[in-house]
């Protein structure tokens, strides 16, 4: 029996109601994946969230309905690109769809992002935007209710590199050894790499000690640091034997987002 993908959508929970759920039947979804506020007692969405479930109980039984959440009260970039991560990641094989018209401006950001930075990691992800049809509508407390869908856009996706997997892991093992305020060096975060056979040199007749000690500075260098100062993950700081490795916030952002 062939397997044949899936058309999976995500869809983040706002003040709307038709532009997540009249999508999903115009394009057959078989799965969607709602994103929420993670602290229900501050949802300020919950009452879309249940009238959207029940209206694919109702009028769309065939399409599965799965809920992921995220910290949107806090507007955390990253908490939510972590989100769509691991939806991503479950989804591989399957044809993603994201809707970037509903939720909040950061919730599109994360949605416009992640189908650039995993369009080659997965079977097919495209973003995009519903248009209303009517903008007129508001919540009590002055929120715009949009209504209807006039029309389903897709959004041009551009491939955005993403650092290589053994950049993360190193970025993760900077995080383990500085977590409690200490200093690293070189000289420690050599030793932890090759406990992780990530400074594994090729045998050499005659590499003495101070050789081979020598040849994994380079390597770190060439493989981990200068990648890592790169990409603006890591400083350098101090000088001399001082010389101390600090995850930069832009490391630790994406340990959270890809770690």
């Known amino acids: 029996m ?35 506020e993670r602290n229900e007692k501050e949802d300020k969405g919950l009452y879309y969230f249940h009238k959207i479930e029940e209206f694919l109980h109702h009028d769309l ?31 591989s094989k399957n044809n993603v769809y994201i809707n970037v018209s509903t939720g909040t401006k950061i919730h599109s950001i994360a949605g416009m992002l992640v189908s650039m930075i995993f369009k080659e990691e997965i079977r097919e992800i495209l973003s995009y935007y519903v248009v209303p049809e009517n903008y007129d509508d508001k919540t009590e407390d002055g929120h715009p209710v949009v209504t209807g869908c006039k ?42 790499l090759d406990k992780m056979h990530y400074l594994d040199l090729q045998a050499k ?32 700081v101090g000088s001399g034997k001082r010389k101390e490795i600090q995850l930069t916030q832009e490391g630790k952002n994406i340990i959270k987002f890809l770690g």
């Open 61 to 91: 039984p065939q399409c599965e309905v799965k809920i992921e959440t995220c910290d949107l009260i806090n507007r955390d970039l990253f908490d939510i690109l972590q989100a769509y991560r691991k939806i991503i990641e479950k989804e």
């Open 2 to 36: 062939i397997d044949y993908p899936r058309r999976v959508h995500i869809a983040p929970v706002g003040y709307d109601i038709d532009r997540v759920v009249l999508p999903l039947k115009l394009m057959a979804a078989d799965r969607v994946w709602l994103i929420k």
């Open 205 to 236: 007749k005659d590499r003495s000690d101070q050789d081979t000690k020598s040849a994994k500075y380079r390597a770190l260098d060439r493989k981990y640091i200068q990648p890592l100062l790169g990409w603006n993950f890591i400083d350098i």
């Open 151 to 192: 029309g389903i856009f897709p959004i041009p996706s551009y491939k955005i590199e993403k650092p290589r997997d053994d950049l993360i892991v190193v970025l993760k093992t900077i995080l383990n050894l500085t977590h409690d305020g200490s200093k690293l060096t070189k000289n420690v975060l050599i030793e932890e």
